[in-house]
């Protein structure tokens, strides 16, 4: 059974962190490129960032970029989005997805149920 499990999101201020961590079971994490995306009330899913299945390369939206980081742990199939100098219209629920490298949601077949991320003024 696959699961992705998200956790780190909250409520931060303006300007703060977070990290955001999402753990895999039941796929061989590492021939699995991984993303984020992230859905605001009302809003399409939006690509956020994506990551190869080795690490080597990563693709951030322009609206995160300097601003955000994608990792992964492939020792303990691991991904995580580290996310600086947050503004209130970064607030979403954050999915993470294993699949194919990309921007599009349909390349991604397995997802994550969600974390909050709430960014207060």
């Known amino acids: 059974q696959v699961q992705l499990t998200e956790s780190g999101g909250g409520l931060v201020q303006a300007g703060g962190s977070l990290r955001l961590s999402c753990i895999v079971s039941?796929?061989?994490?590492?021939?699995?490129?991984m993303a984020w995306f992230r859905q605001a009330p009302g809003k399409e899913r939006e690509f956020v960032a994506a990551?190869?299945?080795?690490?080597?390369?990563?693709n951030h939206a322009d609206s995160v970029k300097g601003r955000f980081t994608i990792s992964r742990y492939n020792a303990n199939n691991t991904v995580a989005l580290q996310m600086n100098s947050l503004k209130p219209e970064d607030t979403a629920i954050y999915y993470c997805?294993?699949?194919?490298?990309?921007?599009?949601?349909?390349?991604?077949?397995?997802w994550g149920q969600g974390t909050q991320v709430t960014v207060s003024s």
């Open positions: 990551i190869t299945e080795s690490g080597s390369n990563t």
């Open positions: 039941g796929l061989p994490f590492s021939n699995y490129a």
């Open positions: 997805a294993a699949g194919a490298f990309g921007r599009s949601p349909g390349n991604f077949g397995a």
